[in-house]
């Protein structure tokens, strides 16, 4: 199964979201490879992983914005990545089958 490059946008709930893919996404946090700028509504993914990882993580960083966007009330940072975390799983189920069906013909 091939997944496709990222886009270069996306949009949110409250409109348009830049994905850029730098070689390093937070420099105090080199092991970080992802990450949700709300100020700039711009979401970053490590250029060196590959596609599926990849959105894994723009799944993942998209939920942040979801729930930023949505106004959910700010909860433990350890609640909110798995919550944010559990949904991009199911959301990669549903691309990997979209994927595959389109595969399939």
């Not at 490879?33 to 993942?60: K, M, S, Y």
């Not at 939920?63 to 798995?82: C, F, I, R, T």
């Amino acid at each position: 199964m091939i997944f496709p490059p990222l886009p270069k946008s996306i949009m949110g709930l409250a409109g348009p979201i830049r994905i850029d893919r730098p070689l390093v996404v937070d420099a105090k946090n080199p092991k970080n490879i992802g990450l949700w700028l709300g100020d700039e509504r711009r979401i970053l993914v490590c250029a060196t992983l590959n596609r599926e990882v990849a959105w894994q993580v723009l799944l993942h960083e998209l939920n942040h914005a979801a729930l930023s966007e949505a106004g959910v009330s700010p909860m433990s940072y350890q609640k909110e990545e798995s919550v944010v975390e559990a949904c991009a799983s199911g959301f990669l189920h549903v691309l990997r089958h979209i994927l595959k069906e389109k595969t399939l013909g």
